[in-house]
């Protein structure tokens, strides 16, 4: 079975971000933290776009033709 093929657990790593504790970190800390994350956005929305147009093309490769 193909990793993608499995459940994903219920915690996964935004939830357990999102219930930590953010009193232990500085102000630095937490801007670091910060520009870490809207990194990471940024390379999902990435990801998601490429898994996205790669989609289309294979629908529009399949669709059947309307003659």
Do not use: T
Not at 14 to 40: K, P, T, V
């Amino acid at each position: 079975m193909d990793d993608d093929d499995r459940p994903r657990p219920n915690r996964d790593a935004a939830s357990l971000l999102a219930g930590e504790s953010l009193d232990r970190y500085s102000q630095d800390e937490l801007a670091e933290r910060i520009a870490l994350l809207e990194a990471e956005i940024v390379r999902i929305k990435a990801h998601r776009d490429k898994v996205a147009a790669h989609r289309a093309a294979a629908e529009a490769l399949f669709r059947p033709s309307s003659s």
